[in-house]
């Protein structure tokens, strides 16, 4: 899983292996609960000062999908109040969002 997600972030794949890679880091999601915060931690961490724009981007992209198949844990859900600093390390996020 976390091959892929490096793969992806860097775009070293091809748009169809692009697409298949986005469904197996969701589909792992989906069949084992367990993984789930997994997924969203690492891509968190990808998205957070992450120097590169084009890896952020990609990373985004993937964080709304699989916020859409799947949400995460109640444990994690409770330390989201980390994410108000992570919008504010990101301020491109920020102004997205308005």
Do not use: F, G, I, T
């Given at each position: 899983?976390?091959?892929?997600?490096?793969?992806?972030l860097r775009g070293e794949l091809?748009?169809?292996a692009e697409t298949s890679a986005i469904q197996s880091i969701i589909g792992y999601g989906i069949e084992r609960e367990e993984l789930?915060?997994?997924i969203f931690v690492q891509c968190m961490r990808q998205a957070t000062?992450?120097?590169?724009v084009e890896w952020t981007e990609?990373?985004?992209?993937l964080l709304c999908l699989t916020i859409v198949a799947f949400?995460?844990?109640?444990?994690?859900?409770k330390v989201s109040p980390a994410e108000s600093t992570f919008a504010e390390s990101e301020p491109k996020v920020t102004s997205l969002s308005l």
């Open positions: 899983m976390l091959q892929d997600l490096c793969r992806y091809k748009p169809d789930r915060d997994e000062n992450n120097p590169n990609r990373v985004w992209l949400q995460p844990s109640k444990l994690l859900y």
